[in-house]
Nanobody, 125 residues
């Protein structure tokens, strides 16, 4: 059983929007921390956003500076799914986007235990 499955990538013009989904199953579902990373062509994988539960329905989330005010991470517990809403997309946002799950509220790849297969986002100018 694949622990994390992303969907929602595609080709969009600059200024457009996409919503990425990440469905969690198995051990990944029990993780308190979910994150999104991206890997632009020819570059290293980089942190985009993270979210963690803090008791009840309280969540904390934060973002890389490059996507603040444009991207939003949120979850739907009933669907075991975390989303990343991408607005005001720019060509520099072109990358493979990966969902990750773990127990450490970190911004490094090593902080996460489970990874999805990635979904391509391409933004044309």
């Amino acid at each position: 059983q694949v622990p994390l499955v992303e969907s929602g990538g595609g080709l969009v013009q600059a200024g457009g929007s996409l919503r990425l989904s990440c469905a969690a199953s198995g051990r990944a579902f029990s993780s308190n921390v979910m994150g999104w990373f991206r890997q632009p062509p020819g570059k290293e994988r980089e942190f985009v956003a993270r979210i963690r539960r803090s008791g009840g329905n309280t969540y904390f989330a934060d973002y890389a500076d490059s996507v603040k005010e444009r991207f939003t991470i949120f979850g739907d517990n009933a669907k075991n799914t975390v989303y990343l809403q991408l607005n005001s997309l720019q060509p520099e946002d072109t990358a493979v986007y990966y969902c990750a799950a773990g127990k450490k509220y970190g911004t490094q790849k090593e902080d996460y235990d489970y990874w999805g297969q990635g979904t391509q986002v391409t933004v044309s100018s």
